[in-house]
């Protein structure tokens, strides 16, 4: 939380306004933020100077590793978080591959799951990677990685959090996730409940101890129309300790993942934060 805190900090003492072209706003933006996430000792990093919604984050990294690519799947797992991008963008709309309603592509967990090859076959770059683990091998390339610049024009948004790269030292597993671009205010919480996440999912169903999650950002960024919220409401609580995930230990396997998780698997006890911020979200 302090980690969150201060990266918002500095991007207001710090932030250069730049422009985005595909929303049309000003974003006060920083280069470069590190965040690290201690899995090993359960401290989960949701916010607590806002109430978050964090049932719609996992739902979400559900829906990636099960390769999904429709945001009417996103929503029957808890989130309507791809509604938005896969029919109000209207690049996409206007994209003669789109199939219809909720269609969202080739994006994300598509990628990591079904990366096309040339000669048309695909690759489960997760599924390699957890029987990698399984089997106690790390090749120094256990990565699952959704930035296909090759198929970008396949779906409706490219990726934000792009990469995760796991690493085995001994029987501890540590994760290391790459994101691009990041929506400070609104996308952050998201992205660092599912790198937690991630990282312990993972190193359950492959029998390790999980170390911790390393979280990398290359630009890190305020829209113009949150940035008066975030100085004058929520920069001025204060935070509340850290509470814990508790995850279905019945979960042992990468088809269990695909097949009868649900949220009912998941419980963040000892939850305290302050009422909710309604910044406004950017297509």
Known sequence: MHQYLSLCQRIIDQGVWITNQRTGKKCFTVINADMTYDVANNQFPIITTRK??????????????????????????????????????????????????????????????????????????????????????????????????????????????????????????????????????LGLNFNQIQVFTLLALVAQICGKTPGLAYHKIVNAHIYEDQLELMRSVQLKRDPFPPPRLHINPAIKTLHDLESWVTLDDFEVAGYQHHEPIAYPFSV
């Open 52 to 185: 978050s919604y964090w049932k719609a984050a996992i739902a979400e990294l559900l829906g990636y590793l099960r390769g999904y690519d429709n945001a009417a799947d996103f929503r029957a797992l808890g989130t309507k978080s791809w509604d938005a991008n896969a029919n109000q963008n209207q690049a996409w709309l206007d994209n003669p591959v789109r199939k219809g309603k909720d269609d969202m592509g080739r994006v994300y967990g598509v990628q990591g799951r079904t990366w096309r090859k040339p000669d048309g076959s695909t690759v489960d770059q997760l599924q390699k990677v957890i029987t990698n683990l399984q089997q106690g091998i790390d090749d120094r390339a256990e990565i699952v990685t959704f930035y296909n610049p090759g198929e970008f024009e396949l779906g409706c948004l490219r990726p934000c959090m792009h990469t995760h790269n796991f690493s085995l030292l001994n029987d501890t597993l540590y994760l290391t996730s790459y994101q691009r671009s990041c929506d400070v205010p």
